[in-house]
C-alpha cells in the first residue's frame, strides 16, 4: 500500500506540471509502468476527465479509451453479433424440425 501511494504521488506531481502528458510519457516521468497506470485508471485513483491525454485500453482492440471498459467500435461489433445471433436462433425455432409422411 506504501508503493501505491508513493506511485500516485510521483504521478500526481509530473501531472501537476504538465496535465497534458500522454500515458507513456507519465510513466516515464513517474518511473510507474503502463500497466500500473492503466490500472489505477480502472480503480478510479486516476480521473481520466482531469486530464485529456490519459487512456485506459479496450479490453478487445486495447484501442485508446475514456471510459468503460470496450471502445465504441468493439462494443457495436459485439451487439451487431448478438444480434445476428438471435436472428439465427429465431430461423432455427420457426423451421420444422420433423417431418410427417404426408410432408413428402
Not at 10 to 36: G, P, T
Not at 37 to 64: F, S, T, V
Not at 75 to 80: H, L, P
Not at 81 to 102: A, C, G, M, V
Request: glycine share 2%; net charge positive.
Amino acid at each position: 500500500m506504501v508503493e501505491e501511494d508513493k506511485q500516485i504521488t510521483a504521478m500526481e506531481q509530473a501531472l501537476r506540471r504538465n496535465r497534458q502528458l500522454n500515458n507513456d510519457q507519465l510513466a516515464e516521468l513517474s518511473m510507474v509502468s503502463v500497466q500500473r497506470i492503466r490500472a489505477y485508471i480502472r480503480k478510479g485513483k486516476l480521473k481520466l476527465c482531469d486530464y485529456p491525454n490519459l487512456a485506459d485500453a479496450c479490453d478487445l482492440c486495447a484501442g485508446p479509451i475514456r471510459q468503460g471498459k470496450l471502445c465504441i467500435d468493439c462494443t457495436v461489433r459485439i451487439k451487431e453479433d448478438i444480434q445476428l445471433d438471435l436472428e439465427r436462433s429465431k430461423q432455427k425455432r420457426t423451421q420444422p424440425i420433423f417431418l410427417s409422411r404426408n410432408s413428402r
